[in-house]
């Protein structure tokens, strides 16, 4: 089966600043991986997603990068704010029910 | 307008009672799914369905059913409950088969006394 490692655990940065959180993947035929993040109580939801043929993608303050390759991807949030602060899941699928999901980042924004 | 709802909010319970979560889309979507969020946060997929295909996944115990009575709505039965079923268990829903653009409900939170 797949295994999505996510790291780092916790990560706190000064608003404004940038945050990067990592994830790798094993199994090669992963083709699509989508980031979400879970505020205290709430549902996860969906932030950004990439397809395996696609290196980068961008929306606004937050980009997700793909190395096919190394099997692995990023998810990149600039200029940070209070509201960023929340739980962020990575996740790798090959299919509709092979979703595994990475085991979260906890970013904390510092006014 | 609530996308993906699920019934109940809270539920406690004891152990060996028998248990249904409610989980309904109105997005129109084609395919749903029930995961488990442990109290690590560890998110974990239990089940993906569309109208003509269950997925289980292996590791999920046969006490837990999905059950489809349309295209809206996918609940979720729980026989016979343990401790280790607590847990907060969200469902999800995606336009298509290929799992991209999933909407999570709520959630429902499962205390197993």
């Known amino acids: 089966g797949e295994n999505v490692e996510q790291h780092p655990s916790t990560l706190s940065v000064q608003e404004g600043d940038s945050a990067v959180i990592k994830c790798t993947y094993s199994?090669?035929?992963?083709?699509?991986f989508p980031w979400y993040k879970q505020e205290l109580g709430k549902r996860p939801q969906l932030i950004i997603d990439?397809?395996?043929?696609?290196g980068e993608k961008k929306d606004q303050r937050i980009a997700v990068t793909l190395n096919k390759t190394a099997k692995h991807f990023s998810l990149h949030i600039t200029e940070t704010q209070p509201e960023d602060s929340a739980v962020y899941f990575c996740a790798a699928s090959k299919g509709r029910n092979q979703f595994y999901f990475g085991t979260g980042t906890s970013l904390t924004v510092i006014p | 307008d609530t996308a993906v709802s699920q019934t109940p909010k809270y539920l406690v319970t004891q152990m060996g009672n028998d248990k249904s979560i409610k989980c309904e889309q109105n997005?129109?979507?084609?395919?749903m799914y029930w995961y488990k969020q442990d109290s690590k946060k560890f998110l974990k997929i239990m089940f993906s369905?569309?109208?003509?295909?269950?997925?289980i996944n292996e590791t999920v115990p046969n006490r837990f059913s999905p059950k489809s009575p349309d295209k809206a709505h996918l609940n979720l039965h729980i026989n016979s409950l343990e401790l280790g079923d607590s847990a907060v268990y969200f469902c999800?829903?995606?336009?298509?088969?290929?799992?991209?653009?999933?909407?999570f409900g709520p959630g429902t939170r499962l205390t197993v006394t």
């Open positions: 999800a829903s995606s336009p298509g088969t290929s799992g991209l653009s999933q909407y």
């Open positions: 199994d090669s035929a992963s083709n699509y």
């Open positions: 369905y569309n109208n003509k295909e269950l997925i």
């Open positions: 990439i397809r395996s043929n696609v």
């Open positions: 997005l129109g979507h084609d395919t």
